[in-house]
T-cell receptor, first 116, second 115 residues
Framework: GDSVTQMEGPVTLSEEAFLTINCTYT??????LFWYVQYPGEGLQLLLK?????DKGSNKGFEATYRKETTSFHLEKGSVQVSDSAVYFC???????????????FGKGTHLIIQP | EAGVAQSPRYKIIEKRQSVAFWCNPI?????LYWYQQILGQGPKLLIQ????????DSQLPKDRFSAERLKGVDSTLKIQPAKLEDSAVYLC?????????????FGPGTRLTVL
């Protein structure tokens, strides 16, 4: 079945450090890929997405590129801030062949802690 | 624009009791999802509705879980009887069209503790 694997946390960085959170996937067909973020005390929200190979999603300084050859969608940010502390989830979605849409398949999440 | 509403926010019950959760999606959103998030894991899809019809319930434990979406708007998820392993956060999400690239908007969740 479809699955998403992301790096274990917690990941602890100093402010202004470079961030990479690895995400790889296994899927039948051609998935769309997503990063969701959950800030402390808040609900899940979409951070960025890419719907086909070589697409780059970006938002709030975060970027991720859909790499079909390595089945990866790593999340990066050049300079993290304390306010980026949150749990980050990589997810995939695949359209049903019949036309309806699947729900998302999520990874386990990576807890990111940014220290001042 | 109001977000996805869920209630209650917290619920504690004894095993073998029953419980129900309610979700009101964003107005106009045709697709509604229920996810189960166990501590330390990512959300897992339980059921997906398109308007008031079920699109996917393959991961719903149908011997104890049931869900309905009357009139294609709000939805209820019920567990009867509850087991210890049902302790989790139950998330409701909605999207405008239900296509994969349509953004899913998540509610705050209901945290269920089964003792």
């Amino acid at each position: 079945g479809d699955s998403v694997t992301q790096m274990e946390g917690p990941v602890t960085l100093s402010e202004e450090a470079f961030l990479t959170i690895n995400c790889t996937y296994t899927a039948t067909g051609y998935p769309s890929l997503f990063w969701y973020v959950q800030y402390p005390g808040e609900g899940l929200q979409l951070l960025l997405k890419a719907t086909k190979a070589d697409d780059k999603g970006s938002n709030k300084g975060f970027e991720a590129t859909y790499r079909k050859e390595t089945t990866s969608f790593h999340l990066e940010k050049g300079s993290v801030q304390v306010s980026d502390s949150a749990v980050y989830f990589c997810a995939l979605g695949i359209m049903y062949s019949g036309g309806g849409a699947d729900g998302l398949t999520f990874g386990k999440g990576t807890h990111l802690i940014i220290q001042p | 624009e109001a977000g996805v509403a869920q209630s209650p926010r917290y619920k504690i019950i004894e095993k073998r009791q029953s419980v129900a959760f309610w979700c009101n999606p964003i107005s106009g959103h045709a697709t509604l999802y229920w996810y189960q998030q166990i501590l330390g894991q990512g959300p897992k899809l339980l059921i997906q509705f398109q308007n008031n019809g079920v699109v996917d319930d393959s991961q719903l434990p149908k011997d104890r879980f049931s869900a309905e979406r009357l009139k294609g708007v709000d939805s209820t998820l019920k567990i009867q009887p509850a087991k210890l392993e049902d302790s989790a956060v139950y998330l409701c999400a909605s999207s405008l069209g239900g296509r994969v690239r349509d953004e899913q908007f998540f509610g705050p969740g209901t945290r269920l503790t089964v003792l």
